[in-house]
């Protein structure tokens, strides 16, 4: 009797981490979609709301006077209202600023609160910055700082050693000098290019995939569980998806996508095109004349140089968990997203 006991105890123990998944299994109650907030689907979320909270206070409130309050989610706030250009030397604002005109912050301005600019504006060095929307162009000089986010209309074009925040996003271009940092970007482009006028925006995409020497034509539809390696001119036609590294030295053409456990890496070589997406569990390293159909996704590291991705009407997605690194003549169109360390090198 005391054995038939004994087994029924441990069968009870043996079944009780069960009963919640079966509990749920039967009688859902967490079956709802995950939200996805509205800043993770809009790239220029925070610019946007800050405009229509200014617009819906002057609607309510109205403001005539130069100074006034706001209320924002955290209470109320004051504001300076200017009704012309405004131009500042080594001063610090403890309020929120709106500037119909243009802004001019020359040396060791501190922008403690929220600003909004209807014109262009011009940050210059060690200027430091909580967070700004700009209606048209932004110039941020050498060493100032964005510490929350940045969003202009026009194009925004950051100098050598700026911070660029949490987010900086434009509905223009978005230039990127050397020694540049960041978190989140979105542009259209997003730029390293030293001279700007040579962005065809994606224009000639049709003439940069065909290799008229290729030694190797290939079609893959299984998984390769080892290291693979392309010296010779290559087209590939589906998916490549490989357990380990993959290495590209020269032409090469990919009619799909690519998934490796391993890194990836394309080093100096010319005319090779991405028609899919690119993934890695771990890093990848691409320099040369390549351009990217899809999107670049990494669980490590990413480094660029000489890099197009996406085009003018197609906008798509660069992100690595711990650091992204953009050398020269990089173009993206779309986002650039890093949970660790940004940098222009």
Same mark, same amino acid.
């Given at each position: 009797?005391?054995?038939?006991i ?25 079956d ?23 617009k ?23 504001i ?16 929120m ?10 040396? %060791?301005? =501190? ?6 600019? &209807?014109? @262009?504006?011009? /940050?210059?060095? +060690?200027?430091? *910055?909580? !967070? ?11 060493t ?24 900086a ?15 989140r ?19 000639m ?12 034509s ?9 290291d693979?390696?392309?010296?010779e001119?290559?087209?590939? %036609?589906? =998916? ?6 993959? &290495?590209? @030295?020269?032409? /090469?053409?990919? +009619?799909?996508? *690519?998934? !490796? ?12 095109n991405f ?11 691409m ?59």
């Open positions: 009797m005391n054995f038939i004994l087994i029924l105890i441990f069968a009870f123990f043996i079944f009780l981490p069960f009963v919640p998944g079966i509990i749920e299994l039967l009688a859902p109650a967490d709802k979609p995950l939200p996805v907030k509205d800043y993770s689907r809009d790239a220029r979320y925070f610019g946007g709301s800050f405009r229509r909270i200014l819906d206070s002057f609607q309510r409130d109205g403001f005539e006077k130069n100074i006034s309050e706001i209320k924002l989610s955290s209470g109320l706030e004051k300076e209202i200017i009704s012309s250009d405004f131009n500042s030397y080594e001063k610090k604002l403890d309020h600023l709106l500037v119909s005109g243009n802004l001019t912050a020359k040396h %060791n301005s =501190n922008f403690n609160k929220e600003i909004y600019i &209807k014109g @262009n504006a011009y /940050f210059g060095n +060690n200027n430091i *910055i909580r !967070a700004a929307a700009v209606d048209k162009n932004v110039e941020i000089n050498e100032a700082k964005i510490i929350r986010w940045l969003d202009a209309n026009g194009g925004i074009k950051a100098g050598e050693n700026s911070y660029l925040g949490i987010s996003s434009c509905g223009e271009k978005l230039q990127l000098s050397n020694g540049c940092r960041f978190r970007l979105f542009g259209n482009p997003i730029l390293t290019l030293q001279d700007t006028s040579k962005v065809d925006y994606g224009l995409d049709s003439e940069r995939t065909d290799i008229n020497n290729a030694s190797i290939t079609y893959f539809n299984e998984i390769i569980n080892e693979m390696r392309y010296d001119p290559a087209i590939i %036609n589906g =998916n490549l998806i490989i357990n380990g590294s993959l &290495k590209i @030295n020269n032409e /090469f053409t990919i +009619n799909g996508d *690519i998934k !490796a456990g391993g890194n990836i890496t394309v080093k100096n070589a010319k005319n090779v028609l899919g997406n690119i993934i890695s569990d771990k890093t990848i390293r320099s040369g004349n390549i351009k990217v159909y899809g999107n670049i996704f990494a669980q490590e590291e990413i480094e660029l140089e000489g890099v197009e991705v996406g085009n003018i009407n197609k906008t798509k997605s660069v992100i690595s968990k711990k650091k992204l690194i953009l050398g020269k003549n990089v173009a993206i169109y779309g986002f650039v997203l890093t949970e660790g360390i940004g940098i222009v090198g």
